[in-house]
Nanobody, 124 residues
Framework: QVQLVESGGRLVQAGGSLRLSCAAS????????MGWFRQAPGKEREFVAA????????YRADSVKGRFTISSDNAKNTLYLQMNSLKPEDTAVYYC?????????????????WGQGTQVTVSS
């Protein structure tokens, strides 16, 4: 059973940086797409970024381009989200997700496995 465990969320001031991590276990991820989503209070879950585990192709939402970078350390089965120039509107619970199909798609309903989430709060 695939398990995803996020870490790294905390309170940070606007303009600051954070790196989120997602430790993946219980599967062979060579054909997987891994993603980051976020959900703010009262809002729907929103796509942030995705990465093909093999090859490293990535895709990011327009709202985070130029600020957030998704990457992975395949030897450690760990996914990262480097977040720079954080804004108060980035405040949300951030979720790691995985799907065992290689198409780089972004709809949350297409992802089979989810972590428990990590809270990121950006103060103004």
């Amino acid at each position: 059973q695939v398990q995803l465990v996020e870490s790294g969320g905390r309170l940070v001031q606007a303009g600051g940086s954070l790196r989120l991590s997602c430790a993946a276990s219980g599967g062979t991820f060579s054909n997987y797409v891994m993603g980051w989503f976020r959900q703010a209070p009262g809002k729907e879950r929103e796509f942030v970024a995705a990465l093909k585990w093999t090859g490293g192709s990535t895709y990011r939402a327009d709202s985070v381009k130029g600020r957030f970078t998704i990457s992975s350390d395949n030897a450690k089965n760990t996914l990262y989200l480097q977040m720079n120039s954080l804004k108060p509107e980035d405040t949300a619970v951030y979720y790691c997700a995985a799907k065992p199909r290689p198409a780089l798609l972004t709809a949350a309903r297409l992802f089979d496995y989810w972590g428990q989430g990590t809270q990121v709060t950006v103060s103004s």
